[in-house]
């Protein structure tokens, strides 16, 4: 069993920062990647920030660029490190990690629940 535990959600004006924690955690065998996506209301989800074990490769949509910045601290934790947040990154972001679990052969993508930030102006 792997589950993933989002945090950091809140409430911010415009301007403000916030730092997401995504916590993956239970019989895991080995991380592929792990990133955030994000659902604004009414709108499709979006890849926010990822990283890419085997390649090492981090990824920001570009309209995060600069101003988001993900981590990690290799022991199933990543972080997302929100500044400069506007009305638009209002959303639920939304943790992923690709994981192989103790029963799998290959990494399948197991999701958090989600953390809400609202931006308000």
């Known amino acids: 069993q792997v589950r993933i535990m989002e945090s950091g959600g809140d409430s911010v004006q415009a301007g403000g920062s916030l730092k997401l924690s995504c916590a993956a955690s239970?019989?895991?065998?080995?991380?592929?990647?792990m990133g955030w996506i994000r659902q604004a209301p009414g709108k499709e989800r979006e890849l926010v920030s990822e990283f890419s074990a085997d390649d090492e490769v981090t990824r920001y949509a570009e309209s995060v660029k600069g101003r988001f910045t993900i981590a990690r601290n290799g022991t199933g934790m990543i972080y997302l490190q929100l500044n400069r947040l506007n009305r638009d990154d209002t959303a639920v972001y939304y943790c992923a990690a690709d994981i192989q679990g103790a029963f799998g052969h290959v990494c399948g993508r197991f999701w958090g629940q989600g953390t809400q930030v609202n931006v308000s102006s």
């Open positions: 239970g019989n895991i065998i080995r991380t592929c990647g």
